[in-house]
């Protein structure tokens, strides 16, 4: 079976049509559309009402502004936006491609998972990262909870994690669900916590709703990206940056796995006795159930 071609990154149709007709736009539309342009992550999970209020606009003028720009409403311009920054969501695309650049050598496939390790290594070990670590070793002190958020396989990574920080002494929980049965994990969050999400793709209404509750309730958000210049940072508290293969490799999830492990470790080193304290009680739990154990 052949391979299909790799795709080429959707055009911008929202900067295009922006671009076009800037010039015929009043300032009130205007400024809508040019709050849409720089929050695209955001808006996804907005309505028009609530685009409004950002920009001190009705709904109906939010409504006219995105028909100004050729779109039948908000819903057509939310997958505009979806499609162009989500990129390609095909599993069968990005592995095609991936394997078209192994081209049947396992050494090249060996290289491929390997270059992409110590490509994250050698990243969480910048001065950038290092300083945003030092910012989430302050958070951590303060932290009465940890919440951390990951959908699909990050969601398998967010309920280690979420073990892990248990296992050291801070109630921890993962945001893991998809649709509404978000909602009801999104019920545990309170102030005084610290959210932890890994958010590497697009700006699904998952996350958007997960980071409205943390804004609400005053949470500070660390941010795991997959891009430096993701709009999604203006979130965050602190943002650690980790290295993606192509955006149309298939996605490896050790970088997140490997941050979430260095994050339990930072916040272990600052809060020892509460960690050592917690093991030493799990070791005692465990003897309860099977005296062997260790």
Do not use: C
């Not at 409403?73 to 695309?93: H, Q």
């Not at 999604?232 to 997140?256: C, D, G, T, Y």
């Amino acid at each position: 079976m052949s391979l299909p071609p790799t795709p080429n990154r959707l055009k911008d149709r929202f900067g295009e049509q922006l671009a076009k007709r800037r010039e015929r736009l009043s300032p009130g539309l205007l400024k809508v559309v040019e709050f849409i342009d720089a929050h695209r992550h955001r808006v996804l999970g907005l309505s028009a009402l609530e685009i409004g209020f950002e920009t001190g606009a009705s709904d109906a003028t939010v409504i006219r502004a995105i028909q100004a720009l050729g779109f039948s409403g908000l819903r057509e311009l939310k997958d505009v936006l979806e499609a162009w920054l989500g990129e390609t969501d095909s599993p069968i695309e990005k592995m095609a491609a991936t394997l078209r650049d192994v081209d049947g050598h396992v050494s090249h496939a060996i290289d491929f998972v390997l270059q992409t390790t110590a490509a994250t290594v050698e990243t969480l070990s910048s001065s950038e990262n290092r300083q945003a670590l030092s910012g989430i070793t302050r958070l951590f002190t303060t932290a009465e909870a940890v919440a951390i958020f990951g959908i699909g396989a990050s969601g398998i990574i967010a309920d280690y994690g979420a073990r892990l920080f248990s296992r050291s002494g801070v109630p921890s929980y993962a945001l893991n669900a998809t649709g509404i049965s978000l909602a009801e994990q999104l019920l545990a969050m309170r102030p005084g916590q610290l959210l932890i999400m890994l958010l590497h793709g697009r700006a699904h209404r998952e996350a958007m709703a997960t980071i409205a509750e943390a804004e609400r309730l005053s949470i500070p958000i660390v941010m795991v990206l997959g891009k430096a210049d993701s709009p999604l940072r203006n979130h965050a508290a602190e943002v650690l940056v980790l290295p993606r293969a192509k955006s149309e490799h298939v996605a490896l999830h050790a970088p997140s796995l490997i941050a979430i492990e260095l994050l339990h470790i930072t916040y272990s080193a600052v809060r020892p006795k509460a960690t050592l304290d917690s093991l030493e009680r799990l070791i005692e739990l465990r003897t309860l159930i099977r005296p062997s154990a260790k």
